[in-house]
């Protein structure tokens, strides 16, 4: 299932459920979150939650649809990236005293938000 070449990178699928999981059931959000932050295999859930493997699967699969689809209309998860390397960025001009630069950033930011 990991290899499959459409799903995103497992630490994008983790940002999208800090932002978008209470969005979805509570099922779906449980096999996600073992899938994905305990890192249980799909058999392994499959015993947990006494469903079958391919239920697990195609609930990794339309979970994660569910989340890259609430992402690209909402884009929560990019934007809140974007600032933090912005951030990261006008720490590092602070630290070098480049107010120049530091207040176009700023300036950068504020329309980001």
Same mark, same amino acid.
């Given at each position: 299932?990991?290899?499959?070449?459409?799903?995103?990178?497992?630490?994008?699928?983790?940002?999208?459920l800090d932002?978008?999981?209470?969005?979805?059931? =509570?099922?779906?959000? !449980?096999?996600? !979150?073992?899938?994905?932050?305990?890192?249980?295999?799909?058999?392994?859930?499959? =015993?947990?939650?006494?469903?079958?493997?391919?239920?697990?699967? !195609?609930?990794? *699969?339309?979970?994660?649809?569910?989340?890259? !689809?609430?992402?690209?209309?909402?884009?929560?998860?990019?934007?809140h990236q974007?600032?933090?390397?912005?951030?990261e960025q006008?720490?590092?001009?602070?630290?070098?005293?480049?107010?120049? *630069?530091?207040?176009?950033?700023?300036?950068?930011?504020?329309?980001?938000?």
């Amino acid at each position: 299932m990991r290899n499959d070449k459409q799903q995103p990178d497992h630490t994008v699928v983790c940002l999208w459920l800090d932002f978008y999981g209470p969005l979805l059931t =509570e099922r779906t959000r !449980d096999v996600l !979150d073992l899938y994905f932050d305990c890192d249980l295999s799909l058999a392994e859930i499959a =015993e947990n939650l006494q469903i079958s493997r391919q239920a697990v699967h !195609d609930k990794v *699969r339309q979970g994660v649809k569910t989340l890259a !689809d609430y992402e690209a209309k909402l884009g929560l998860a990019r934007r809140h990236q974007l600032i933090k390397q912005k951030l990261e960025q006008m720490k590092q001009n602070l630290d070098k005293k480049d107010t120049d *630069r530091l207040y176009h950033q700023l300036r950068q930011l504020e329309d980001m938000l």
